[in-house]
């Protein structure tokens, strides 16, 4: 057949040639060693763990060898797409830290190697295409639906592969005017790769994650081009990772499968393939197995459900990183106040079975992170989350930032700071005492005479002064203590509870609850101190009344 006479009936209007495009593409001018990487997710609107994942690496691999990270946004299948889906990819990405030096953005592009929408490059897809027709290694197929119903029924009844190859290739070998022919009548068709392959066949690959992989050669004519002249995802990110001079591709290991494929059409195009990062999925334990983080079960895949929940955008890349590099935890023992981004991040130490989710494991990162920063960080953070998701309570925050920065500077600083929590959604609950609005009634220990709570109550207000310290304040309950009949000495309270009717303990507890409403709250001392002579007496007023 002449080919060539076939690439010019296909795509008359082809007049540029694949040197001419390569040319409007040239080498990137980077240091030597540098990872061009890319993320290329289709615009279906759901942004999830696994796209931060990927995001992480694909960003600590580029940017730590002085490389580019770009997005180019995966089109193709116009069915998927949703309205307003890149926006959301974008800022949600954004949001967790991972910029892009070009690519996509909400209105257009930025860079000299777009466009970054595949759609908008379907020009540049039909001129290789058309030097692949003209070497043979690509055809048109006008099979329809139908046609290929019947041959996967054939397939199925024969106990052999499904797919479009060998015999099965109903228009892999026809003349040119039984192509001609089909164009005539207008019907529809797509290009199909000839694969020269067999799965008799195997050779070695090597993968930064598998390692050293033997793979099965490809022997399935895939499509290239679909009938609107689109490409399938296969050969567009063939021609896009070639033109934008992508180094290092990281993508799911779901895509193990279709390698054979990708490598031998790189070889047919004649482009350098560039090293694949195949990374495992992310688990979590299921009872005692483990299983695949799922779209439907686990709202934790979504990265929404991070941001409303109130973690720390800090805490979230902090968790990636433990789940990616084994040595990163004994990294940060070894640099508590290093920049994440001083970590040496190698994709070679990521688990090639994936990494297992751990929401505990999660929390105590968080809290981890939180307990570090200043009061005024955890004010300007907890304040952007309470404003759009807790209005009132981030009415009450904004209202007063002096006073809640000096509540939530409670306990921070110094060797052992406290870690009171994980998330902003936590804040309320553990500072909603110190707004009237959120300070819930107390309910004491019924094992003691109310009476008694009453006494003890009564004998701190009569004592209290504002200018005490933290000692002498703590005297005075100690004072109250001897004087109920309580002991100051827990060692010997252990050693005999019923040799007394209460501690010291009991009696701070009294108090806390009395002012706080809560059994559990930061140095009651300093709570104090916040609310003031006034608030704090007033409230312990309220609950004598009540006893």
């Known amino acids: 057949m002449d080919y060539q006479a076939l690439a010019d009936l296909l795509f008359p209007n082809v007049t540029e040639t694949c040197e001419e495009v390569e040319a409007r593409f040239p080498a990137r001018n980077l240091p030597e060693g540098a990872v061009v990487s890319r993320m290329a997710p289709s615009p279906t609107g759901f942004v999830h763990l696994g796209n931060l994942v990927q995001g992480t690496i694909s960003e600590r691999m580029t940017h730590q060898s002085g490389g580019v990270l770009f997005l180019r946004v995966e089109d193709t299948d116009a069915k998927r797409e949703v309205p307003g889906a890149v926006e959301?990819?974008?800022?949600?990405?954004?949001?967790?830290?991972?910029?892009?030096?070009e690519g996509a953005t909400i209105d257009g592009d930025n860079g000299n190697y777009g466009p970054y929408r595949q759609r908008q490059r379907a020009s540049i897809y039909h001129v290789f295409a058309k030097k692949l027709v003209?070497?043979?290694?690509?055809?048109p197929c006008f099979c329809t639906e139908d046609e290929l119903t019947a041959m996967r029924e054939k397939q199925e009844a024969a106990k052999v592969n499904f797919g479009y190859y060998g015999e099965f290739a109903a228009w892999r070998d026809r003349p040119i005017e039984d192509i001609k022919a089909q164009l005539d009548a207008g019907n529809p068709w797509v290009l199909r790769f000839r694969s020269t392959g067999s799965i008799e066949n195997q050779?070695?690959?090597?993968?930064?994650?598998?390692?050293?992989?033997?793979?099965?050669?490809?022997?399935?004519?895939?499509?290239?081009?679909?009938?609107?002249g689109i490409p399938t995802y296969h050969f567009a990110h063939a021609v896009d990772d070639h033109l934008m001079h992508t180094t290092h591709v990281v993508r799911g290991d779901e895509w193990m499968a279709t390698l054979p494929f990708h490598i031998q059409l790189f070889n047919a195009l004649g482009f350098k393939l560039p090293k694949y990062v195949h990374i495992g999925p992310l688990m979590k334990m299921d009872g005692?197995?483990?299983?695949?983080?799922?779209?439907?079960?686990?709202?934790?895949?979504?990265?929404?459900?991070?941001?409303?929940?109130?973690?720390?955008?800090?805490?979230v890349r902090e968790y990636i990183m433990t789940i990616l590099n084994s040595n990163f935890e004994d990294w940060r023992r070894a640099n508590p106040d290093a920049s994440l981004d001083a970590f040496q991040f190698s994709p070679k130490k990521l688990n090639p079975a994936g990494s297992l989710f751990d929401y505990a494991k999660l929390t105590d990162v968080s809290k981890n992170v939180i307990s570090k920063m200043d009061a005024e960080t955890v004010y300007a953070l907890l304040l952007e989350w309470a404003q759009e998701f807790d209005p009132e309570f981030g009415g009450k925050l904004a209202a007063d930032k002096g006073y809640?920065?000096?509540?939530?500077?409670?306990?921070?600083?110094g060797k052992k700071p406290r870690k009171d929590m994980s998330?902003?959604?936590?804040?309320?609950?553990?500072?909603?005492?110190?707004y009237d609005e959120y300070l819930e009634a107390p309910v004491f220990d019924e094992k003691f005479d109310k009476a008694v709570i009453k006494t003890v109550l009564g004998k701190f207000v009569a004592t209290y002064d504002a200018?005490?310290?933290?000692?002498?304040w703590f005297d005075k309950v100690k004072a109250i203590t001897t004087d109920i009949g309580f002991t100051t000495d827990m060692k010997a309270y252990k050693a005999d509870p019923a040799a007394f009717p209460g501690t010291v303990a009991d009696v701070s507890t009294f108090i806390r609850q009395a002012v706080t409403g809560k059994t559990n709250a930061p140095d009651l001392h300093t709570v104090m101190q916040i609310l003031g002579k006034e608030r704090s007496l007033e409230r312990i007023a309220k609950v004598i009344a009540t006893l």
């Open 423 to 434: 998330t902003w959604k936590e804040a309320k609950p553990y500072m909603g005492f110190f």
């Open 88 to 101: 959301v990819l974008i800022n949600t990405l954004k949001h967790y830290g991972i910029i892009f030096d």
């Open 467 to 472: 200018a005490d310290d933290s000692a002498a």
């Open 404 to 413: 809640a920065v000096a509540i939530l500077a409670i306990g921070r600083g």
């Open 288 to 315: 005692n197995s483990k299983r695949k983080l799922s779209k439907r079960k686990d709202p934790e895949l979504a990265l929404t459900y991070y941001k409303a929940e109130g973690f720390p955008i800090a805490a």
């Open 134 to 139: 003209s070497e043979g290694q690509a055809y």
């Open 203 to 228: 050779f070695k690959f090597d993968d930064l994650v598998k390692g050293k992989l033997t793979i099965t050669e490809n022997d399935i004519d895939h499509v290239l081009l679909k009938s609107d």
